[in-house]
């Protein structure tokens, strides 16, 4: 199977976004988050998106229901689908480890196998992998954003030991720096005035220094996503991720485009 075919394959088995990346461009990440740790045979690390549907955050847009978002998250979808996946690089004879979403917080909480092993639980960071893997790159709301989906997706991971042709790490800018999630927020959890900035395979990605404690009690739509564990809200539907859905597409950013707009205009009164 070439990388096209096999390209092919996962989105016909459901997923909008697939990218490839040489495990060589995780080489800053320590033990605790790195693949190797999980399978020490991985040459590629392919990261598969699934769109999370629009529609489902307008009860909590337009105040008529409050938290609709859950139904709109293709949870079974990616999973089903990353399985599937995995079987057909089993059927090529390769190796093939499926990952899920974790919270960083989740590492450390286990018993080393071994002194020189790092403690369960080994998690790799998602949207560096997404940025590394060609899919999107990291907003200053600190999320990833892609061209077609804006905030608007999940991501899974598969480790193989399959040599797959990678692409090359994302380098466009989603994110303009417009700061309508920081403006969004009622608890001025954003601060647009201090960068927090980490390295990635090429080049670095800054975000606005998020309070992560105002969200953890945030009422504006935050959800808690399934097989993530943690305290991390899921912020797509609260206030600041609305914003930026709502800034990306009517400034025509995203690829995905709607009959109708994200916020239909007000009437006056
Ligand atoms: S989740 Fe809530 S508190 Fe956190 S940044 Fe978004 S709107 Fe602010
Ligand atoms: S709202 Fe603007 S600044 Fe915030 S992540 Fe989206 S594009 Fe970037």
Do not use: K, S
């Given at each position: 199977m070439t990388t096209e075919q096999f390209k092919e394959m996962a989105i016909a088995q459901g997923a909008d976004l697939v990218g490839i990346a040489p495990v060589e461009r995780f080489a800053l990440f320590a033990p605790e988050a790195h693949p190797l740790s999980i399978q020490p045979q991985t040459r590629s690390v392919i990261v598969l998106g699934f769109s999370i549907a629009r529609?489902?955050?307008?009860g909590v847009e337009q105040g008529?229901?409050?938290?609709?978002l859950g139904a709109g998250i293709p949870t079974s979808l990616s999973i089903e689908t990353t399985y599937q996946v995995c079987r057909r690089l089993e059927n090529e004879g390769w190796e093939a480890t499926p990952l899920f979403r974790q919270s960083g917080e989740m590492r450390g909480q286990g018993v080393r196998v071994s002194p020189d092993k790092p403690e369960?639980?080994?998690?790799?960071?998602f949207d560096f992998a997404a940025q590394a893997a060609g899919i999107g790159g990291i907003g200053r709301g600190k999320w990833l954003l892609t061209p077609e989906f804006g905030p608007r997706q999940m991501l899974t991971i598969i480790l193989t030991d399959a040599e797959l042709e990678p692409d090359a790490p994302f380098a466009a800018h989603?994110?303009?720096?417009?700061?309508a999630c920081a403006e969004a927020c009622p608890a001025h959890a954003?601060?647009?005035?201090n960068l927090h900035c980490a390295p990635l395979c090429e080049g670095t990605a800054c975000w606005y220094s998020l309070h992560i404690e105002s969200c953890r009690v945030c009422k504006t739509g935050t959800s808690r996503l399934a097989y993530f564990g943690g305290s991390e809200p899921f912020r797509l539907g609260a206030a600041c991720g609305r914003a930026c859905v709502a800034h990306l597409e009517d400034n025509g950013m995203l690829a995905r485009r709607f009959a109708s707009p994200f916020r239909p205009a007000k009437e006056e009164a």
């Open positions: 529609g489902c955050l307008q008529t229901a409050g938290y609709t369960p639980n080994v998690i790799v960071e989603v994110c303009d720096d417009c700061g954003l601060d647009t005035e």
